[in-house]
């Protein structure tokens, strides 16, 4: 990953990890294609016929030593892909489990281990390794990664787990609030069944919803080394920064709302109900596992939003900088940070990013601090594969101290 000096700061716009010239509608394209880490765009220098043909990405020239954002980024990211692959494998494990899968919510939350799984393979470890060290500055750090085909795949695979990730949580969330504040509708709306056609909806929206991703992305040529970088068709880059737009806003924004507005209902009706029950004395062990799962709910929804908001806030801050414009030779010019300033900016970027990434790995533990019942489950399903183990040892034991002997195997 490189970070130049930008050598003519009035005639760029600062992206992320750079500076990038303005071209109307396609330019800004590339801040929204920046925050989806398709590719990272560097400085460009406006040649004597007007064009750009010097643009540079980050695969093509890498600075040799690593900022601090970089390194953090670089060593955090695999800690964080390993430690969400087990918590999710084995949160999707215990929601599986007898016990576990007869509850509606259950379902949910398998379904977002599910989920995060796909993101962190898909989005996590794809955009770690395109963003690897390449020794080459003229070859891609992966381009098996930026052959057509397999990258309009990996897009299209990321597009659909980042939704899933995000609106499972406000189905979630929804579902919670109809048990907690419209109890006389939570046969309706939290049952197996319902909650079945729920998810199955929601997978067939992203499905749909997303289509338009790989359909607007090929495998280009960029730079003066012409390779090639999965990036957005320049054919459609006008149309895929508005579709952009539209996705961030769905998966970002608008779930931040539902969820907040939500939870505060649920947060009240509980506060309203505690106090009833302490006067009642009333507690049963149903109230006590749906108390547990909402607990859930907003512990899950909190940390969402706490590990969301920073890299979206830093994404939004560099994409409102497009607005300041200055007159140079009649055109509209872009003016972007320089120095110090863009340094901090892009280390920002980069910690922010690696911060966005735990979202889909901390779902575990907050399982295991928050859920009595997701304890027990887990302590069971270690305690019944070291029993089976037990019982299988002993049964060869029997078989072998009985029989002549000669070797015996158990399977």
């Not at 394209?29 to 643009?55: A, H, Q, W």
């Not at 579902?175 to 319902?194: A, P, Q």
């Not at 390779?227 to 054919?235: G, M, R």
């Amino acid at each position: 990953m490189n970070l130049s000096t930008p050598t003519r700061p009035g005639l760029d716009i600062l992206s992320p990890h750079g500076l990038i010239p303005r071209d109307d509608l396609s330019l800004l394209s590339m801040l929204v294609k920046e925050y989806f880490s398709n590719t990272t765009i560097e400085p460009c220098n406006r040649s004597e016929n007007g064009s750009y043909d010097n643009c540079q990405t980050v695969t093509m020239e890498r600075q040799s030593i690593p900022t601090a954002g970089e390194k953090i980024f670089t060593y955090m990211t695999p800690f964080i892909f390993v430690i969400g692959i087990f918590g999710n494998i084995l949160s999707l494990r215990v929601f599986v489990t007898k016990n576990m899968r007869k509850l509606s919510a259950s379902l949910y939350l398998a379904a977002l281990s599910t989920a995060d799984l796909l993101s962190l393979i898909f989005y996590v470890l794809i955009e770690w390794i395109k963003r690897s060290i390449s020794p080459d500055p003229s070859v891609p750090a992966a381009p098996f990664f930026e052959q057509n085909g397999i990258c309009q795949i990996l897009i299209y695979m990321q597009y659909i787990s980042r939704f899933l990730s995000s609106w499972i949580i406000v189905c979630f969330t929804f579902e919670r609030y109809i048990g907690v504040c419209h109890t006389l509708k939570r046969k309706t709306f939290c049952d197996m069944h319902s909650t079945r056609k729920i998810v199955t909806s929601v997978v067939c929206l992203a499905v749909v919803l997303c289509i338009y991703k790989p359909c607007m992305t090929a495998s280009v040529e960029v730079g003066p080394y012409k390779i090639k970088v999965c990036s957005t068709d320049p054919n459609h880059q006008d149309m895929s920064f508005i579709l952009d737009c539209i996705f961030v806003f769905c998966i970002i924004f608008l779930p931040f709302v539902i969820i907040t507005v939500l939870n505060s209902m649920i947060i009240r009706t509980l506060y309203v109900r505690n106090k009833h029950h302490r006067q009642c004395k009333v507690i049963t062990e149903e109230s006590i596992i749906r108390l547990e799962f909402t607990v859930i709910l907003i512990a899950i929804s909190f940390c969402f939003i706490a590990l969301n908001t920073p890299y979206t806030a830093i994404w939004c801050k560099q994409h409102l900088l497009t607005r300041f414009v200055k007159q140079r030779d009649g055109d509209q010019l872009l003016v972007a940070n320089t120095g110090s300033e863009m340094t901090w900016n892009i280390n920002v970027m980069f910690i922010t990013r690696t911060i966005f990434y735990m979202n889909y790995c901390v779902n575990f533990f907050l399982y295991c601090l928050t859920g009595a019942y997701f304890r027990k489950e887990l302590r069971m399903l270690f305690m019944y594969k070291s029993k089976n183990y037990q019982s299988q040892y002993h049964r060869c034991s029997v078989q072998n101290t009985s029989s002549t002997p000669t070797p015996n195997t158990c399977v």
